[in-house]
Each structure stands twice: as C-alpha cells, then as structure tokens.
C-alpha cells in the first residue's frame, strides 16, 4: 500500500536558517506528493505540489523536488522566518483523491 | 470566496451521547472527505464521497457514518461517541479530475468525549 515517511521533529532553527524536511514515500505507480502546511489552530493549506518525476514544486521560497529513484520528496528553504512555525505535512496521492499523510514535523524558528 | 467551513469548531460531550460534525464546501466540489488527525498518527482518512449519495470508507471508518444528500453538504455522525475519537477532525473538498487537484481543507472540529 501506500506509505509516506517524514523525519521527526520538533526542528528548531534560528531564523535565516536552511531547512530541510526530509519525505520518503512507498507507492504503486506514479503518485503525485504533496507537502501541507498548517499553522497553529489552524487548518491544511496546500504549500506545494508535484505530479511527476524531476518536477520542482515551489511556493513562499519552499522547494521539493519528486525524485522517483530516491522515492522522495525532500522539503527544502534557504532562510526561514518566525512566521514559518508551523507543522509540515508530506503527503501522496496515488488514486487523484485520497491523500496518504505523513506523521508531521513540527518546525519552531527563533528570532 | 472558495471555503470549506465546519461546524462546530469545538465540542466536549459524553460518551454515548450522539453528536454530527457538519460539513459545507462552497466550490462545486464533487468528492468530499474527513480525515482525523492524532499526535504521532498524521492525518487519517475516515470516509469519502465521490459525488451525492456515493460514500465510502476510509482507512479508519469504524464508529462513525456519514451521509452525502446535497453536493455542498458532508455531514460526520458519530452514533455514540466514545473517548477512543477525541481528536481533531478534518474536512477536505476536490474538484473532478486527476491527482494534480487540490484538496481544501475546513479549519478543523477539536472534539472531546469523556
């Protein structure tokens, strides 16, 4: 079945950081990998997406490319800011509808 | 603008004490679906609906039902509530077609049972 794989956190970084998150995932086919973000008392927002293998998502200065020989789908951010505290999720989907999620990892960035 | 809203954002009830979760998109959606999230479990996917009277289930279905009578409406029923889903409970809504879609999430219901 599916699966997705992210590292644990908390991460906590200082601001103008580099971030990295690291998603690996199990799939049958070509899933499309998603990362969600959601700020505290909030819901999912989409952050960023990929649809096919070399594909570069990217939005808010966050990158992942989908590398289908690694199967992963590394997050990534050259400086974060106290406004990126959040929880970060890495997700797939294989059937266009349900979303397969990862556990999470919960970034706090520091002034 | 384009919204899922969810109500009631929070709840504390009893066990045993039946309770519905509403859920309303604004977008045309087609395929709506809840999901609960747990510390340490992500987001779990409870049931689905691909269109109006079409429901399925999800990978944790059990002690709960849904019902898909309107397009905009996806209502989340617990028959009687046990502690086992005190969570936060999700929300989501798509259009029609391919994975490339995205999904739009509710801003969550924390629910409680004692």
């Known amino acids: 079945g599916n699966s997705v794989t992210q590292m644990e956190g908390p991460v906590t970084l200082s601001e103008e950081a580099f971030l990295t998150i690291n998603c690996t995932y199990t799939?049958?086919?070509?899933?499309?990998l998603f990362w969600y973000v959601q700020y505290p008392g909030e819901g999912l927002q989409l952050l960023l997406k990929?649809?096919?293998?070399?594909d570069k998502g990217s939005n808010k200065g966050f990158e992942a490319t989908y590398r289908k020989e690694t199967t992963s789908f590394h997050l990534e951010k050259g400086s974060v800011q106290v406004s990126d505290s959040a929880v970060y999720f890495c997700?797939?989907?294989?059937?266009?509808?349900?979303?397969?999620f990862g556990k999470g990892t919960s970034l706090l960035v520091t002034p | 603008e384009a919204q899922v809203t969810q109500n009631p954002r929070y709840l504390i009830t009893v066990t045993g004490k039946k309770l519905t979760v509403t859920c309303s998109q604004n977008?045309?959606?087609?395929?709506m679906s809840w999901y609960r999230q747990d510390p340490g479990l992500g987001l779990r996917q409870i049931y689905y609906?691909?269109?109006?009277?079409?429901?399925d289930k999800g990978d944790v279905p059990e002690g709960y039902k849904v019902s898909r009578k309107e397009k905009r409406n996806f209502p989340l029923i617990l028959e009687s509530p046990s502690p086992n889903q005190t969570s936060l409970y999700f929300c989501?809504?798509?259009?029609?077609?391919?994975?490339?879609?995205?999904?739009?999430f509710g801003p969550g219901t924390r629910l409680t049972v004692l």
């Open positions: 990929a649809t096919k293998a070399d």
């Open positions: 977008m045309n959606h087609e395929y």
């Open positions: 997700a797939l989907s294989n059937s266009g509808y349900a979303l397969n």
């Open positions: 989501a809504s798509r259009g029609g077609g391919g994975a490339v879609h995205t999904q739009y």
């Open positions: 799939a049958t086919g070509y899933p499309s």
């Open positions: 609906s691909m269109n109006v009277e079409v429901t």
